[in-house]
């Protein structure tokens, strides 16, 4: 089974982060944000990071800014894109913020990457054997999809590859229809039976077997303890809309 771990806090300027140490050893800073420290005002309050939720473009760009300090870039650095719950893995040193993906690779560094999540998985993946690394967001569609897949392919050896499967709605707290049920039914412990025609579905379960099925370490993935459920800590799409997105956020130290 993957590791398990709860990410502590800690304060970079105006912003508690939530940072990834076990990848520090392997040349990474990273980190994932909760709903505070920023600016915007509710339902969006207050680190919003999505620029598409309906949330102020100035609130946003100042939030983004303040991401970008913590982990030590100047905010043009900072690569974000269009996420559309789809299977597509960007060169984030080719990659605007109209770009469209799902995944974002590098090996540069001197950008940091980030995914926008609130409910969705956010994961890294970091080589151990090079600068290589990417951040993914996988929602059902996406894991439907094989961006896991494709986001492995990008490396050179899954053998040297460590993962990160970061906050995201619980086992518990996610219920879905038959039609998304089936698609992950043949991943052991997955999914459970729950009211009527629905079923309860553990992405972060799914995300970690994905990876194990191409070729990642078991060993060598990290699932986070922590949850959406609430909207409390991180972003919940499911408990309040509209609202804000939070990040999963790395760079490679120089």
């Known amino acids: 089974m993957p590791n398990r771990l709860t990410l502590s806090p800690e304060v970079r300027g105006p912003l508690s982060v939530y940072c990834i140490e076990e990848f520090r050893d392997y040349g990474i800073d990273a980190f994932v944000t909760d709903r505070y420290g920023g600016v915007s005002g509710p339902p969006y309050d207050s680190l919003n990071l999505g620029s598409h939720v309906g949330d102020d473009a100035d609130h946003v760009a100042e ?7 913590a ?4 905010v043009e650095r900072l690569v974000i894109v269009r996420q559309v719950h789809g299977d597509i893995v960007l060169d984030a040193s080719t990659s605007l913020g109209a770009s469209e993906g799902d995944g974002l690779f590098t090996s540069s560094t001197e950008l940091a990457l980030a995914v926008l999540v609130a409910d969705c998985v956010p994961v890294l993946i970091i080589d151990e054997s ?3 690394f990417a951040v993914v967001h996988a929602g059902w569609r996406g894991l439907s999809s094989q961006i896991l897949k494709r986001s492995v392919l990008r490396f050179r050896s899954p053998q040297t590859l460590h993962a990160f499967v970061g906050p995201s709605i619980s086992f518990e707290g996610y219920q879905v229809g038959p039609e998304v049920a089936e698609r992950f039914a043949d991943v052991e412990g997955a999914v459970a039976p729950d009211e009527g025609d629905r079923s309860r579905l553990d992405l972060r379960r799914v995300a970690a077997s994905q990876l194990v099925e191409h070729g990642v370490r078991d060993a060598n993935i990290i699932v986070s303890t922590q949850s959406t459920d609430g909207g409390g800590l991180f972003f919940s799409d499911r408990e309040v809309r509209p609202c804000g997105r939070f990040a999963l956020v790395a760079k490679r130290a120089s």
């Open 63 to 69: 939030n983004r800014r303040r991401v970008a300090g």
């Open 71 to 74: 982990i030590g870039v100047p």
């Open 130 to 132: 090079s600068h290589d």
